[in-house]
């Protein structure tokens, strides 16, 4: 599709969590079928050097077939998450492309201290994120909502328009609804 249409700006969206990985010797983000881990961001247990192999395999694996990334964000926002975020940063910052912004949304000082700390070095390519124009907030007031609340900044709205399909999961006929709205 990217050569296709000749699309110039693409991002990619790493994958941690669902399917199998680019590489195959993974010992701690996989089942034991070599699956990974729907919930691997939640485990104290995972080998953080396995995750940063594996996001670059992507990577490296989007570039050969020439893709230029400009970008990227994560698969079920893994990349937001306390426990991997500083990998995702490292990815950022050693292979010069901007990541998803990663709202603050503690209140906690410390927490947010923290945050930036673990981003220091990464790059960012929009100043907000929202993921508000999502399930029962899937109208044409919400999406307007949203733009205000953000004028002036760019922004990243997350959004999965498209066509009902089974194979889309539970997640299904409000990608139509979300079509139409967009």
Known sequence: LIQKHQ???VGVHFNLTDGRPVLSDHQTIVDEEGNFLRNLFQLHSINKDEVR??????LLKARAAGVCVTHFDSHHHVHMTTSLRKVFALISSEHEVPMRRVN?????PMRIAALAWDLRNSLSYTEKFSADFYGE?????????IIRSFRGKTLEIMCHPGYADIGNGVYNTERETE???L
Request: hydrophobic share 35%.
């Open 7 to 9: 699309m110039q700006r």
């Open 53 to 58: 192999r594996e996001l670059e395999a992507q």
């Open 104 to 108: 603050a949304t503690s209140r906690n």
């Open 137 to 145: 907030d899937i109208t044409y007031e919400a999406l307007r909502r």
């Open 179 to 181: 079509l139409k709205i």
